[in-house]
């Protein structure tokens, strides 16, 4: 518990929190952390949703102050006003959640309240040139007149990632900065931290991508319920240390559920042709067809605009242009509207939690019981008595922890949230289920939880189609591996693929 | 564990004394209204004032039902002022007579008639709104902008920019009774403050208990995740300018039936006063959060305020920067009670 514990030779440290803790009212988002960040080097936060990586990181960068400890820098203390004092003392920081305006341009994100100034106004030229070297380091074809509404989730993550680069750091905080990014824009993010640190920036990393985050890190420290309960360098390090730390379980995604026959064809796709509903000229979804029995899992690995989030959204009726035959149970479904899929049995839960699966303004229960209203209406009215049955039921059934249903949605952490999203949605009991990158920014614990519920569901006749961009979620429960490449099928693995197989399919140049 | 406990315990008490001064804001802000004004002049705190104040309120107390619903969807509805004084005019018309000269004769509807009229006209008039925003896609303000000003217009069309006055009917032809709704009283109390109170209840119960209800709060919450979780948010988007469009048209009723006489240019900025009722009754402009409880208090809030300002005599300029005062005050506790909750841990 001393400080001194665990503390490092302070030589060429940084930036160092001191026994920060951080509260808010009741509840202890941090216990007294100390904290190093060394200088040229990676150090890595490891953690699961709530212990306080968050929490420390905007500390650390300025955006909230702590209850108590202190913040050295250069060995002096320090306290930072706000994020712009401390980028001006050279502390950045990459934000877990995107913080663009999307109606404006790349260039304008990226200098957005530090506009090069020249003699007649801003000096857009000069920017937009400043940007097109930045895009060049990281090997991305975004235009910077283009408005960042345009761009694909991914790109947005660069953009965010340009801005913090824009500012020549001496120190940069990344949290889950490749949440949405591909495996090639990962490699590309990391040999820019590289050239990075070998020109004397530290970074910090935060990642729930665990093997990801072990192939740059320098040193790791894994904090658990606002303590830091564990800190090594590299050498010392390997997953299963991490993990152990982190959540005192082996890391393990399940395997695919047996001892069961699957049944007739739940779903059935034919010859679906999707256009861009950006408008360009040509399909996100190109002639694809795929059927899916019940009780099968089938994981649909691809890159980002592979166009997977497009074919679950259009198989959940989102899309009005689409063509192609969807039969459910064999019934043909094509012509119903999203209600009338969610009646007839298929539920799609959303990859954007945020922006597609919670109503924030409505509480755990309500979120829960939002897709099954008509199941708890008696004539003109809810009845509370049912709808209390159902929500209860559902926080058993996906296991959320939270104080009871009437909680904000927001008090939840990332992964509980997920939870309520797909309790919302297992609510309507459904025969066929859609998830659209269910492990997105949720750690291992939930997601193993998650994989286990799809699993259990599997096993009761559910039919399970959930994507990736996560090569090791594929080799988990899953029955059957499709991989899309720009809106087709382009290979199908039983569960004994090996990831280089998926990957050679995905299109992707990977070295390892 | 029990450090914890012991520390919370105090805070937690200091935090909900906040929390309902601001949750009832509203409530306390009548009570402060009626006690300064009780004590200011001795005519105001009577059952009789009260009553007349309250009749007053239904006008606007209907209109912020119609605009809960419609803000509560996210939107904004600026054609109620409009609505109201175009059916006020429709009604009007019909009771002095509708002439068909092809046929030479001249109608004279029963008033049960011309306020079912009256109120399916209003509801188309929102309705339109309702397909302009949820189909075509126009911005909220501004297709009831466009909406108010149509409105506005045929309602001076109609009547080339008069007043009709004539709308007590006549026995011999069956069409008396118009005055019932606006003087009329039961168990001495205005039946148009029991038209308020039973609208109120209607949309409470619907708001509260009702499918539709639930509908409302998702879509005006996340309207992405309620369309994804099977909410028919277009249809939940008509049915609430409908609504709007309907009690706009009961309070042209209301209003023309308290005056006796219908004119093109009633009603001009109650649509203000009507999203002012809803601020202040806890609203977000934003969608999702609003009951129709804090409506109905920020209704009352406003009547009683503009009431007892004329009652102490105070000029009807001072009313005004009153209300613009109480309005910023509304929405600065919203910002105030939104800054609290929106902290992430």
Redesign the interface.
Known sequence: MSATATKPDTAEVVLAARNVAKS??????LKGVNFDIHRGQVTTLFGEN?AGKS?LMKILSGVIQPTSGEIILDGKPVAFQNSTHARDLGVSIIHQELSLAPNLSVRDNIFMGREIMGPTGVNFAEEEAQVRKLMADLEEDIDPLTPVEDLRLGQQQIVEIARALSVDSRILIMDEPTSALSATEVEVLFKVINDLTSKGVSIVYISHHLEEALQITDHAVVLRDGTMTAWAPRAEIDLNWIVRNMVGENYNLGSPPDGYAFGQTALSVQNMVLPDPGGNPYNVVDNLSLDVKAGEIVCIYGLMGAGRSELMEAL?G?YRQQSGRIELLGQEISDL???GR??SGLA?V?EDRQ????????SVG?NL???S??AF?RG???SRRAEKALVADSIKRVTVKTSGPDA?I??LSGGNQQKVVIG??MA?NPKVILLDEPSRGIDIGAKAEVFRLLADGAKQGLAVVYTTSEVSECLSIAHRIIVMHKGRITAEFGADATKEMIMAASGEQHAA | MSQTSKSAAPQGQGFSLLKLLLEGRAFFALIVIIAVFSYLSPNYFTTSNFLIMASQVAIFGLLAIGMLLVILNGGIDLSVGSILALCGVIAGAMMQGIEIKAMGVILYPPVWAVVVITVTIGALVGAVNGVLVAYLKVPAFVATLGVMYVARGVALLLTNGLTYNRLAGSAELGNTGFKWLGSERIAGIPISVLILAVCAVIAWLVLSRSAFGRWLYASGGNERAAELSGVPVKFVKVTVYTLSGALSAVAGLVLSSQLTSAGPTAGTTYELTAIAAVVIGGAALTGGRGTVLGTMLGAFVIGFLSAGLVIVGVSSYWQTVFTGAVIVLAVLMNSIQTGKGGKKA
């Open positions: 808010y009212g009741a509840v202890h988002a709530g929490t959940a989102r509207s999203i209600a969610i009646a799609l959303p922006r597609d699966g919670l109503v924030q303004t409505m309500q019981s939002l897709a209203i008509g209406t003109l009215f809810t904000a927001g008090s919302k949605m309507t």
